[in-house]
């Protein structure tokens, strides 16, 4: 049960989904367990890629975050199963009206698990307060590759982020160990905005992570060459070898635009999946709404 320190009151939301997809019989992945508490939902599972992966979209239906809600996500995938999840549309996050508002992702997976976590974008608007908290534990053995994709305010305004303060924390464990974290604070008048260290005067910034087998020279060189660094567009790519024959990609991307960084990432995820997971890429059919 979620165990609220203050209960909400009525223009709050408290919400909690909990997942499990698991292998049932020689083939086929399902979704063998779903809780929710508040308005956080799953739509009917489904299989455009045959049995054995279970595709399933995550629903909030209010639309929107504002000041003093919480959101908690707990997807948990068992040996041998293979999860894609999205989202149908945009998550905005909205002015805060003097309240934190949060969202926090924690992904268990099992050896031999694979994941697909692939949510469109964060819209943070004016006055927002914001953290965001995203934890990917894995057994050695298992498989995912996702991302994130966040929008600073309305593009189509020339001050688009003039407020707001939002706080950004991702790990990956490995058999317990923290093999990479990233966190800190973005401020609307915070030098990181435009310092050419941090976003460079970008309003969009993404990651893409994969976890899987690890690249080979040629293939990260490959991979690498062919990311754009342009006035509108660009992306850095960093491979992490581990033990057992594996690593950890990264590639972090700046652009203007969303949907010009979205094809990027989706084109990124065609090339790497059958790198990462072993399976072919797959075009959502999320991605055309």
Known sequence: MLTLAHPPTLDQWHAKLVLTFARQGPEKTVLARRMHE???LVQKTL????????????????????????LKIDIAVQDGAHAVLGTPGATRWYKANGRHAA??????????ACLDWLPQENIFFE??????????????????????????????????????????????TLDGETIWREAGELCAAGPLRHSGNGLAGFPVLATVWAFGPALNTEQ?????ADLPWGPSLRAGLTHIPQASEQGLSLVRVL???????????????????????????????????
Do not use: F
């Open 38 to 40: 508040g308005p956080l």
């Open 47 to 70: 299989y455009p890629e045959g049995p054995g992966i279970c595709h399933a979209t995550i629903l909030h239906p209010p639309s929107g975050i504002a000041g003093g809600d919480i």
């Open 103 to 112: 969202q926090h992702v924690r992904m268990r997976l099992a050896a031999g």
């Open 127 to 172: 006055q927002v307060q914001a953290s965001m908290s995203t934890c990917l534990h894995l057994q050695t053995g298992a498989r995912a590759i996702g991302w994130e994709i966040n929008q600073l305010g309305s593009i189509g305004k020339a001050t688009h982020w003039d407020e707001g303060c939002v706080s950004m924390d991702t790990e990956l």
């Open 220 to 224: 990260v060189d490959d991979l690498a």
């Open 255 to 289: 652009g203007i635009h969303a949907q010009d960084v979205k094809r990027l990432l989706i084109a990124l995820w065609m090339r790497m999946r059958p790198l990462v997971l072993n399976t072919q890429g797959a075009y959502l059919r999320l991605w055309n709404t």
